[in-house]
């Protein structure tokens, strides 16, 4: 499960990145950071390719399906698995049509030790912004207003995942975020073989219990203890 992450850059570092990346060369005032503490039901930063070009934005994190009859049903679709994409209702047309990336440069999960819950940090080593493998969805509500939504891929835990937890998300290389993108691509046995643990460099650490609380958005979030 991938629950809670961060993208702590600044708006220089972000705005290189998108053009260095992806072609992007400017992008919405919506689009805030640094951000400490990114949870579920928050607006997050996500790239699709319209098929012209790379576009980015904020997409509400929760999948809502076009076709559900409730939009809180998003708040129980934050995560979809890697290995069940081509079999789920909820998955199966994005999955084949609606393809994003996220960006974060950390993700949070939670170490058990006996009683205890203990707030993880993990990231590349080399600190940089990564790309999750994600899926969205455009939801039209009763008042005929678009929801854009999406949801993080998770797979099997890495060597250094595993020692805190069993899940991940799918970061991407730079070259498989372009074919996980690509219109063209609707081989789905080709897009699932890129859905596999992440073979960079990674590290962990403790980080504080103030994670725990999503209303929390500080920087001393991140320190190691």
């Given at each position: 499960m991938c629950g809670r992450f961060s993208i702590t850059v600044t708006k220089e570092e972000l705005a290189d990145y998108l053009i260095d990346y992806y072609g992007i060369d400017d992008f919405s005032s919506e689009i805030n950071v640094?951000?400490?503490?990114v949870a579920p039901g928050q607006d997050i930063i996500a790239i699709i390719n319209d098929g012209i070009k790379y576009r980015v934005g904020m997409?509400?994190?929760g999948f809502v399906p076009f076709f559900a009859k409730d939009e809180k049903i998003g708040y129980k679709m934050i995560n979809a698995k890697a290995e069940t994409l081509?079999?789920?209702v909820s998955f199966k047309d994005a999955f084949k049509n609606k393809r994003c990336l996220i960006l974060a440069n950390g993700f949070y999960e939670w170490k058990k030790e006996n009683e205890q819950k203990i707030p993880m940090r993990?990231?590349?080593k080399s600190n940089n912004i990564f790309a999750?493998?994600?899926l969205w969805s455009l939801f039209k509500r009763e008042d005929k207003t678009n929801l854009f939504t999406c949801?993080?891929?998770t797979t099997n835990a890495n060597e250094t995942v595993s020692k805190i937890h069993d899940r991940m998300p799918v970061i991407l290389t730079t070259e498989k975020a372009k074919l996980w993108l690509n219109h063209e691509i609707d081989?789905?046995?080709l897009l699932s073989s890129i859905l596999i643990p992440s073979q960079e460099d990674m590290d962990s650490y403790q980080v504080s219990p103030l994670v725990n609380n999503p209303k929390n958005e500080k920087a001393e979030i991140i320190n190691s203890i």
């Open positions: 640094p951000r400490y503490n997409m509400k994190w081509h079999e789920k993990i990231m590349l999750m493998a994600g949801t993080i891929i081989d789905l046995n």
